[in-house]
């Protein structure tokens, strides 16, 4: 099944302890993103990749780190977590940046105490 | 910066009637724009995907459009049913020379049957 997968879905984690959030997608895409959502904020996109060794900021990067070694994965590591980055965080392929519609991950909950 | 809004933010109809939801976009330097919908503590599920160069999309009971010229698009649903309850999201694709996403907050339905 095609699908975009992200672990784990819920984490509780205390200030400045490193934690990565896993994204891997099985459908050979080559454009991957993460966003984070906030109540009357929406979505905001935090970093994005169009391709492996590719990767730029979105509108929100602070506190975040990613990397893209292989193609179907795509981490994101909050190096010192802080509980302004508690948050619904989404990641989502698609098969390129222009022109193909974007599949969502499940979510991930994250709260920093 | 690009900015999406999305009006109204909340629309409650009584089931069966059509309805329009509206998106509206700053920068008209976009590739695409896409549709998705959100159900309450879930993912995003893509619905209709439209490019810059097209002005409409159709999915069974789902019409996009798109006056990339104006900075506007319309979700259309015709006949409403009560699962269609959920939270209708736009996302525009922004080009000049980068590939971030920016989302609208997005418009809460409720059809109520």
């Known amino acids: 099944e095609a699908q975009v997968t992200q672990n784990p879905r819920y984490l509780i984690t205390v200030t400045g302890k490193k934690l990565t959030v896993t994204c891997s997608q099985n459908?050979?895409?080559?454009?991957m993103s993460w966003y984070r959502q906030d109540p009357g904020l929406g979505l905001r996109q935090i970093y994005y990749?169009?391709?492996?060794?590719?990767?730029d900021k979105g509108d929100v990067p602070e506190g975040y780190k990613v990397s893209r070694k292989e193609k179907r994965n795509f981490p994101l590591i909050l190096e010192s977590p802080s509980p302004n980055q508690t948050s619904l965080y989404f990641c989502?392929?698609?098969?390129?940046?222009?022109?193909?519609?974007?599949?969502f991950g499940p979510g991930t909950r994250l709260t920093v105490l | 910066k690009q900015e999406v809004t999305q009006i109204p933010a909340a629309l409650s109809v009584p089931e069966g009637e059509n309805l329009v939801l509206n998106c509206s976009f700053t920068?008209?330097?976009?590739?695409?724009l896409q549709w998705f919908r959100q159900d309450p503590g879930k993912g995003l599920t893509s619905l209709l995907l439209?490019?810059?160069?097209?002005r409409e999309q159709t999915s069974g009971r789902l019409n996009a459009s798109l006056d990339k010229s104006s900075g506007r698009s319309t979700l259309y649903i015709a006949a409403s049913q009560p699962g269609d309850s959920a939270t209708y999201l736009c996302?525009?694709?922004?080009?000049?020379?980068?590939?971030?996403?920016?989302f609208g907050i997005g418009t809460k339905l409720q059809v109520i049957p």
């Open positions: 989502a392929s698609s098969l390129t940046g222009t022109s193909n519609e974007q599949f």
């Open positions: 459908m050979n895409h080559e454009y």
């Open positions: 990749s169009m391709n492996v060794e590719v990767t």
């Open positions: 920068d008209s330097a976009i590739y695409n």
């Open positions: 439209i490019q810059s160069s097209q």
């Open positions: 996302a525009v694709l922004n080009s000049g020379g980068y590939q971030k996403v920016t």
